[in-house]
Structures are given as structure tokens and as C-alpha cells.
């Protein structure tokens, strides 16, 4: 009862924290990431921000969200080695979690205190964004994993997983790549919006343009590739780890794969409103989860060379 418990609330903490990466993404959109100055952890030198502008009101309830967050992983950690026992997956996990939340939090706080935020249109922004992106996903997978192992995932299995298991590899690196390039496109959007879609299209072109616009286009080049590589890999794990489970991941990915590709197209198409950058984010937070799921349940079956012939072929009945 107390592990079925802690999973409810493994899968509580994984929703919360999706809920906060949205309001960062519109902390971003809205350029409202100097709302607190260059003050960390304090708010323009403030515990409390007193008459606050509408930036700093964003900005610091940010904040409020991602503190509250880091509680609910110390809480989860807390109980996870409460409730399995030494050595469990789920255990380490939420350790991985803890981690990445840190990590999160650091990131964070460098962006801030170096200033790469509101207009800042450098280099070392579109990096340091993209990081954070990264991390980001690492933290909602370890997230997924736990609650995931929680309700009962088997452990991965990673040797001797063969082709399959490269290709999944692959796909999890091609769309921690494609996260990235999301997020300097984001930015892009934000700083240098357009007009019409024919002007940003010729913007994007441009020899004269600033970097970010001129990287615009290779995000949509990276999703389409990463989409055909993803069903081809999903497919794969249908046919060579045939179970329940993974044909759900597998066909999950596949349908919000192609719903993110439309959803993409229809931001561009729409120049980028606040709104729909929030909705192709949390579609990319979605697929890069049920990428982690469906990693997680072909690694927990056994490679058919591993699998007894007695089980892979069992003798016929008698009867």
C-alpha cells in the first residue's frame, strides 16, 4: 500500500513539474525573465518583491513554483528510500531526479545572474537555453522512470540488447538534439518575431539576418528526420519486443510524433503566438516522455537470443 502510495505521487510530482516548465516557457515568452533583476535567490534584492511590476510578478511566482518543486523531489526521494529497499531501481531514480533538479536550479540561476535573459539575443543565451532544455529533459525522465518503476517496471535489462537497443539509444540522443534546437528556435521566435509569414520566411534566408533567425530553419528539418527515424524505431520495438506495453508506447509515440509535426507547422504558420509556443512545448515534453516509456519497457524484456528455448519455443501440447 505505501509503495502504490508513493507511485500516485510519483506520477503527481511528474504532472506538477510539467505544469512548471510551462510557466517557464511563457516566463520566456513573454520576456519576462529580468522581472528580479540580476538577483538570485532574492527578487531585486527583495525575500519579497514589494510593488512589483508585471515582469517581476511572473518572474517571481516562477520561482515560488520552482521552490516548491524542489520540495516535492526532497519529499520524494525521502519516501523512495523510505519505501523500497536498498538497491532498488526506484530508489535510484528519485536519487537522479534530486540531481537533476539541482542541476536545474543552477542553470537557472546562471541565467540570471549573467543577464541571458529578457533581450538578450547572444550566443552564450541560445547555449546556455539549450542546456537548460536538455536538462530539463533529463529531469522529466528521471521523473517518468521513477513513477514508472513505481507502478511496477521491470529493470532494464541493457546488455545484450542488440540492434534495437542502439536504435533507441540513438532516438533518445537524435531528440535531446531536436529539444535543443527547439529551444534556440523559441528564443528566436521571441526576440525577433515576425510579421507575416512570407517576411519571416525571407528572414530566415537572409546572409544579413542575426543568428537565431537564420537557425530557425533547421529545427523543423531536425523534427521531420527525428519523426521518420522514431516510427521506424517504434515500429521495430512492435515487431522484435512484442508485449503489451510496448506496442502502447510504441503507437503513443508514433500519434503525438505526427500531432507535434502539425502543431509545429501551425506555429509557424501562426508567427509563433505565446500560447501555441506553450502547447509545442508541452507536446515535445510528452513525446520525449513516452520516448523515455517506451525505452524503459523494451529494456525490461529480455533479447529473443536471451530468451530459453523452452519459453521462446515451447514444446507442443500432448493434449
Given at each position: 500500500m505505501k509503495q502504490t502510495r508513493f507511485a500516485w505521487f510519483a506520477w503527481g510530482v511528474l504532472v506538477y513539474n510539467?505544469?512548471?516548465?510551462?510557466?517557464?516557457?511563457?516566463?520566456?515568452a513573454t520576456g519576462s525573465g529580468a522581472g528580479c533583476g540580476e538577483h538570485w535567490p532574492v527578487c531585486n534584492g527583495q525575500i519579497i518583491p514589494r510593488a512589483p511590476r508585471i515582469e517581476t510578478i511572473i518572474e517571481f511566482s516562477h520561482r515560488m513554483t520552482t521552490g516548491l518543486a524542489g520540495f516535492l523531489v526532497i519529499a520524494l526521494v525521502v519516501w523512495a528510500f523510505r519505501a523500497f529497499p536498498r538497491g532498488h531501481r526506484v530508489r535510484w531514480g528519485a536519487a537522479l531526479t534530486m540531481l537533476f533538479i539541482v542541476l536545474e536550479g543552477a542553470v537557472g540561476?546562471?541565467?540570471v545572474?549573467?543577464?541571458l535573459v529578457a533581450d538578450n539575443p547572444s550566443l552564450s543565451r541560445a547555449l546556455v537555453g539549450s542546456i537548460h532544455l536538455v536538462n530539463t529533459f533529463f529531469l522529466t525522465g528521471a521523473m517518468v522512470l521513477t513513477a514508472w518503476w513505481a507502478s511496477g517496471g521491470a529493470a532494464p535489462r541493457l546488455r545484450g540488447q542488440g540492434v534495437l537497443g542502439v536504435m533507441l539509444g540513438v532516438g533518445l540522443v537524435a531528440a535531446l538534439l531536436l529539444g535543443a534546437s527547439g529551444a534556440v528556435t523559441a528564443l528566436g521566435d521571441t526576440l525577433f518575431p515576425s510579421t507575416s509569414f512570407r517576411a519571416g520566411f525571407a528572414q530566415d534566408f537572409s546572409p544579413t539576418a542575426h543568428f537565431l533567425i537564420r537557425l530557425r530553419v533547421f529545427h523543423p528539418v531536425i523534427a521531420i528526420l527525428v519523426g521518420i527515424y522514431t516510427v521506424l524505431a517504434s515500429l521495430a520495438a512492435v515487431r522484435l519486443r512484442p508485449s503489451p506495453k510496448t506496442r502502447a508506447m510504441a503507437y503513443g509515440l508514433c500519434a503525438l510524433f505526427f500531432t507535434q509535426l502539425l502543431l509545429g507547422a501551425l506555429n509557424i504558420y501562426l508567427l509563433a503566438p505565446v500560447w501555441m509556443q506553450l502547447v509545442h512545448l508541452l507536446f515535445a515534453d510528452l513525446v520525449w516522455l513516452f520516448m523515455v516509456l517506451l525505452a524503459a519497457s523494451v529494456l525490461a524484456q529480455p533479447a529473443p537470443a536471451d530468451v530459453p528455448a523452452s519459453v521462446a519455443h515451447p514444446a507442443p501440447s500432448l493434449n
Amino acid at each position: 500500500m505505501k509503495q502504490t502510495r508513493f507511485a500516485w505521487f510519483a506520477w503527481g510530482v511528474l504532472v506538477y513539474n510539467l505544469l512548471v516548465i510551462m510557466w517557464g516557457a511563457f516566463v520566456r515568452a513573454t520576456g519576462s525573465g529580468a522581472g528580479c533583476g540580476e538577483h538570485w535567490p532574492v527578487c531585486n534584492g527583495q525575500i519579497i518583491p514589494r510593488a512589483p511590476r508585471i515582469e517581476t510578478i511572473i518572474e517571481f511566482s516562477h520561482r515560488m513554483t520552482t521552490g516548491l518543486a524542489g520540495f516535492l523531489v526532497i519529499a520524494l526521494v525521502v519516501w523512495a528510500f523510505r519505501a523500497f529497499p536498498r538497491g532498488h531501481r526506484v530508489r535510484w531514480g528519485a536519487a537522479l531526479t534530486m540531481l537533476f533538479i539541482v542541476l536545474e536550479g543552477a542553470v537557472g540561476a546562471v541565467q540570471v545572474k549573467l543577464g541571458l535573459v529578457a533581450d538578450n539575443p547572444s550566443l552564450s543565451r541560445a547555449l546556455v537555453g539549450s542546456i537548460h532544455l536538455v536538462n530539463t529533459f533529463f529531469l522529466t525522465g528521471a521523473m517518468v522512470l521513477t513513477a514508472w518503476w513505481a507502478s511496477g517496471g521491470a529493470a532494464p535489462r541493457l546488455r545484450g540488447q542488440g540492434v534495437l537497443g542502439v536504435m533507441l539509444g540513438v532516438g533518445l540522443v537524435a531528440a535531446l538534439l531536436l529539444g535543443a534546437s527547439g529551444a534556440v528556435t523559441a528564443l528566436g521566435d521571441t526576440l525577433f518575431p515576425s510579421t507575416s509569414f512570407r517576411a519571416g520566411f525571407a528572414q530566415d534566408f537572409s546572409p544579413t539576418a542575426h543568428f537565431l533567425i537564420r537557425l530557425r530553419v533547421f529545427h523543423p528539418v531536425i523534427a521531420i528526420l527525428v519523426g521518420i527515424y522514431t516510427v521506424l524505431a517504434s515500429l521495430a520495438a512492435v515487431r522484435l519486443r512484442p508485449s503489451p506495453k510496448t506496442r502502447a508506447m510504441a503507437y503513443g509515440l508514433c500519434a503525438l510524433f505526427f500531432t507535434q509535426l502539425l502543431l509545429g507547422a501551425l506555429n509557424i504558420y501562426l508567427l509563433a503566438p505565446v500560447w501555441m509556443q506553450l502547447v509545442h512545448l508541452l507536446f515535445a515534453d510528452l513525446v520525449w516522455l513516452f520516448m523515455v516509456l517506451l525505452a524503459a519497457s523494451v529494456l525490461a524484456q529480455p533479447a529473443p537470443a536471451d530468451v530459453p528455448a523452452s519459453v521462446a519455443h515451447p514444446a507442443p501440447s500432448l493434449n
